[in-house]
């Protein structure tokens, strides 16, 4: 029955969503925890083009996953940010079945020694697939745990030869206002993109991503394939990604365009820099009812704290 829903290209909630995603929520929840383990499909099946490419996923111990409870599967696909479908927060749960990801690429470009241009096929097939479960805390102060699918991003950037003069990262989502309405839309720079440092990009937390709880990306999360940047500010995560571009200056970011003062370069989750009209102090994790501490860099300071030792963070916010 899971797997059904994204062999077919037919949205969840047309089939019976209420008991579906009902079900789905109490197996996630735990009641029939075991249980639920065992329906999980073992592996990724990549089927967007009707054609399906097994991927296994190493689901073994990684020092880098939270051991937080996780967010339930119906909140990860139902509360979403992605304004090219709209910006209400059920808008891309209820809109992305429009996005069309059968034959998927990425261009990879810019200063690199071997551009190439990947389909979803080689990015599968570019290093083993990996569940990581990483806190997603977005600006807005809410988070999420999410059982994430993927591989490191520098596997990718490796494999195109970055020059000496590659600092910057950018990443271009797709533009195309027929399938994604939101971008008729002003409300940002179209396409969306987003950059990061070199270094940033290369850490070993920066995910190439591919799916979640096991599955295939639902489309309202970035389907066929995004970024994941766990220390971050979620808008960093840019989704439905069609260009990496490599940069020797600081590429522009769409949420720095549309209000530089509120949404900066950096965007590292600080929980004593304040977005101008509100604390970053505390977040509401979705699910739960009491607030709680915002971690500095979301709880990933072993990893990144390193990368911004020469760096005043609250001018690079
Ligand atoms: N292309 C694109 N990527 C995007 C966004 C968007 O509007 N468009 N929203 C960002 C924001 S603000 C957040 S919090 C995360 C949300 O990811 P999720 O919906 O998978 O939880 O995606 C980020 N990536
Ligand atoms: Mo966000």
Known sequence: MRNNIFKSNIHPSEITSKTLFESRRRWMQGSVASLA???????????????QFPVPIDRGKNKFSSDEEQTSYSDVTRYNNFYEFGMGKEDPFEQAHRLKTDGWKIQVVGEVGRPKTFDMD???????????????????????????????????????QPTGNARFVEFVSLYDTEQMPGQKSPVLDWPYTEGLRIDEAMNPLTLLTVGLYGE??????????RIIVPWKYGFKSAKSIVTIRLTEKQPNSSWNLANPSEYGFYSNVNPNVSHPRWSQRRERRIGEFLKRDTLMFNGYSEWVADLYRDLDLTEYF
């Open 37 to 51: 383990a065992l329906a999980l499909p073992q592996n990724i099946a990549h089927a967007r083009d009707g054609v």
């Open 216 to 225: 295939i990306l639902p489309n309202q999360n970035g389907a066929p394939v």
């Open 122 to 160: 080689d990015i599968l097939k570019l290093a083993p697939i990996e569940e990581r479960i990483y806190r997603l805390r977005c600006v807005e102060a809410w988070s999420m745990v999410i059982p994430w699918v993927g591989f490191p991003l520098s596997k990718l950037l490796n494999e195109v």
